[in-house]
């Protein structure tokens, strides 16, 4: 579902002298349908630049990202856009949205995207929510005064709304209680049962070990490594 | 199939090499893109970059030197002047930064918005009230405020019947010239959700030109960098703001403050 060949990436500071910045070289990786791959590395290694341009919001310098039969690494904005909407999710460290919009309405705004019928939509909002503990009287506010675990929460409720084919998850158990966490274990794990392709960045070692199918090291896609 | 309707194969906008020049001074040059139905797209650049110059070219509010616009398969430079007309008063809106410029202010809010109706051939006195008033539902204007003069409004609500008043009509089209600018920060918030439901709901394609690059993360799709008149960068949205290629857009994107 997710496949990477080659892939570089480099960075150009016009305003600090021009400098280049080589930060990856010789990519490569695959993700099948029901599979969850953990990207492991220390920190600077380049696991966000890797989930990023698979995302599409960092440009690959060469070589290919297929997402089921689209090369992110080539593809017009508005195929990624269609990608993202159908096909490609993403849960993200940080919640970014209009302030004032209630918490539900910013969860079943993927699927109100698609077409999905608004009352469907906030039905499988509300469940969403339930299931992770966000109190129902918070659903008609917005989550920009929640706090960090509540914010990753819905964060992880607006990424699992759509059942994508393809998902990418950056950190999704970070500052998370015990109960939580295992709640958004148990998504993962049932997003890999209906078959999505999962590449994720897991600091907890414990969530890793449960939902990742195998890991890779990102080290060695640096590029002194690779030379 | 409602997937495949939301992604069209043809542009509803496609524009090549179009420039305008005030004298020698060049307003935009050699600007082109493709807009496709239901798409937002964002133009930035800081004051005097020409993307006024080009939203104006586009409306058909300023006549370009060369280049080509094409709306819906029609070249429109070729098209007649009651034609254009007719176009800019059904299928296009244009959203002024200034809503006295896009509002009539010595005529009631309901006045307003029935305007245009009547302007398109709707006479029924009662249905155009009728429509009228939902509109100004849609925009969150209380219904007893219909019979109001804009200028008794504060200025994000002057914004949102500008914005009812344009989208009366059904367009395909928005041109939007700095929407929420001059507007109080959480008047701007309760103005974006509300584009933002318009655009998902009614298909809307937009054209946005404003300078604040916290307005287009969050309503535009695509995003067009502009400095001296020329287009220097232009992708999705987040991909220009988080891994700006071009050294004016690094420049633009690490001068904005964090809050």
């Known amino acids: 579902m997710i496949r990477i060949e080659n892939l570089s990436k480099s960075f150009t500071l016009h305003n600090q002298g021009g400098a280049v910045l080589p930060v990856m070289a010789g990519a490569g990786l695959t993700v099948a349908p029901g599979e969850c791959v953990g990207l492991t590395g220390q920190s600077g290694a380049g696991k966000s630049t890797l989930m990023r341009m698979v995302w599409g919001n960092y440009l690959a310098a060469g070589g290919h990202i297929w997402v089921g039969d689209l090369d992110i690494a080539r593809a017009e904005p508005r195929q990624i856009i269609r990608l993202r909407r159908e096909t490609l999710g993403y849960v993200s460290q940080f919640l970014r949205v209009v302030p004032r919009v209630p918490t539900i309405e910013v969860v079943a705004e993927p699927l109100l995207q698609l077409g999905t019928d608004p009352a469907a939509a906030r039905a499988r909002a509300a469940d969403l929510l339930a299931r992770l503990n966000i109190p129902e009287r918070l659903w008609a506010l917005s989550p920009t005064t929640f706090s960090g675990g509540e914010q990753q929460r819905v964060n992880i409720a607006r990424g699992f709304a759509h059942p994508c084919p393809a998902l990418l998850l950056d950190e999704p158990t970070a500052s998370l209680d015990a109960v939580n966490r295992e709640v958004v274990l148990t998504l993962i794990e049932e997003a890999k049962a209906r078959g999505a392709a999962i590449l994720g960045i897991f600091h907890d070692e414990a969530a890793r070990a449960r939902v990742c199918d195998r890991l890779v090291d990102v080290t060695g896609f640096t590029p002194q490594a690779a030379a | ?259």
């Not at chain 2, 906008?13 to 179009?18: D, E, F, P, Q, R």
């Open chain 2, 1 to 259: 199939m409602t997937l495949h309707s939301a992604f069209p194969a043809a542009p509803l906008l496609s524009v090549s090499g179009l420039t305008k020049r005030y004298g020698a001074r060049i307003g935009c040059a050699d600007v082109g893109f493709d807009l496709y139905p239901g798409e937002v797209l964002g133009i930035v650049g800081e004051s005097g970059s020409g993307k006024s110059t080009l939203l104006a070219c586009l409306a058909g509010h300023q006549v370009p030197d060369e280049g080509r616009i094409l709306y819906d398969g029609r070249d429109l430079r070729a098209l007649p002047e009651t034609e254009r007309r007719r176009l800019s008063r059904t299928d296009w809106a244009f959203v002024h930064q200034n809503p006295r410029d896009g509002l009539r202010m010595g005529v009631s809010a309901g006045g307003n918005v029935g305007e245009r109706l009547m302007a398109v051939g709707a006479r029924h006195y009662g249905q155009i009230r009728g429509k009228a008033a939902d509109w100004l539902g849609r925009v969150e204007i209380a219904a007893d405020r219909i019979d109001d003069r804009p200028s008794a409004f504060s200025g994000g609500m002057q914004q949102r019947l500008q914005i009812a008043r344009n989208l009366v009509t059904g367009p395909r089209l928005v041109f939007m010239d700095e929407p929420t600018g001059g507007l109080d920060v959480s008047v701007q918030a309760r103005l974006l959700d509300l584009l933002r439901g318009l655009v998902r709901d009614l298909g809307l394609s937009v054209i946005i030109v404003t300078h604040d690059l916290a307005v287009v993360r969050l309503l535009a799709d695509r995003l067009m960098v502009m400095k001296s008149g020329r287009v220097v960068e232009q992708g999705l949205t987040d991909q220009v703001l988080d891994d700006p290629q071009h050294a004016y857009t690094q420049l633009l994107v690490s001068s904005v403050l964090q809050v």
